[in-house]
């Protein structure tokens, strides 16, 4: 596993297949995973042989977000920016670069929403975090029954980069899943519009890629006309500035008081008891069972 690429691509039957493949750490977001899907995405769009592109995880899970374990997948704190600066104290938070940062993120994963032709997302496992950030940019989403969906760092430590969740949700349910961060379960995801299909998890490939196909038979033009007046709709309802907020209150979630005792207990008591003790009381995501 070492030796192969964190991101797969292939083409064939008129699709682009790309797929995270970090099934060792639950597909989790590294600075490879990230480029590797914007590379995906833009070598698929160049593809004339590519009528439409599924995204999918190897192993387990879809992706359980960024990769936060000390000494794992740590990225640059900047991104095509540089300046001059002061040397920081500890504990010194400057938001531009974090910006510039988790801004480059974001915008590889709005690839996703750019690309003129159709990306149907496959969700199986879980699609928690930034791994969210991620999937709400595809134009659709097909979810395995037994999957999940959640932003648990609503809890402390993010907010949601892309933002896709007010647009897709409405108002209700995106208070009701970001205020709490609560886990969301396939029926519930297909009842509120969050995803467009649920199926047995031994049938989701099949189901994805069957469905995906049909665009093979519509002109490329009018497919990318069609998607390009869907999304302005929303862009003229303030994506892109919600996006930017969403970036920018994420560093500053990040740099509170908690979200540092809370990174720093990743030390004292372990990255999974950390995680334990945050969605204990909530009894969902790995606390499900025992509540």
């Known amino acids: 596993m070492a030796d192969e690429p964190v991101v797969l691509y292939e083409e064939r039957d008129s699709l682009a297949i790309v797929t995270l493949n970090r099934p060792d750490k639950m597909n989790t977001l590294t600075e490879g995973v990230i480029q590797g899907i914007a590379d995906g995405i833009d070598a698929a769009t160049a593809s004339a042989d590519v009528a439409a592109i599924v995204l999918r995880g190897a192993g387990r899970t879809f992706t359980a977000g960024y990769d936060l374990n000390p000494g794992e997948g740590r990225q640059p704190w900047q991104r095509g920016y540089d300046a001059p600066h002061v040397e920081h104290r500890a504990g010194a938070w400057d938001p531009v670069r974090d910006f510039a940062f988790m801004g480059a993120n974001m915008k590889r994963f709005m690839k996703l929403w750019e690309c003129p032709k159709p990306v149907i997302a496959q969700l199986h496992g879980y699609a928690l975090g930034g791994g969210t950030d991620l999937i709400l940019c595809a ?17 402390v430590y993010g907010t949601p980069t892309t933002m896709m969740w007010i647009y897709r949700l409405g108002l ?13 379960d396939a029926p519930t995801a297909l009842r509120i519009g969050l995803v467009s299909r649920v199926v047995p998890a031994d049938r989701l490939a099949e189901e994805t890629e069957a469905y995906a196909m049909r665009f093979q038979h519509i002109p490329a033009n009018q497919l990318a006309l069609n998607k390009m007046l869907i999304n302005q ?3 003229n309802m303030g994506l892109r500035t919600t996006q930017m907020l969403g970036t920018f209150f994420d560093g500053m979630t990040r740099h509170t008081e908690e979200a540092l005792r809370w990174r720093e207990s990743f030390g004292q008591i372990g990255f999974r008891e950390t995680i334990r003790r945050r969605d204990e009381p909530f009894e969902d995501y790995g606390e499900r069972s025992r509540g």
């Open 139 to 155: 134009d659709q989403i097909f979810m395995a029954e037994d999957a999940i969906i959640g932003y648990p760092p609503s809890r």
């Open 172 to 184: 209700e349910h995106a208070k009701q899943f970001l205020l709490s961060g609560d886990e969301i």
């Open 233 to 235: 709709a929303y862009e």
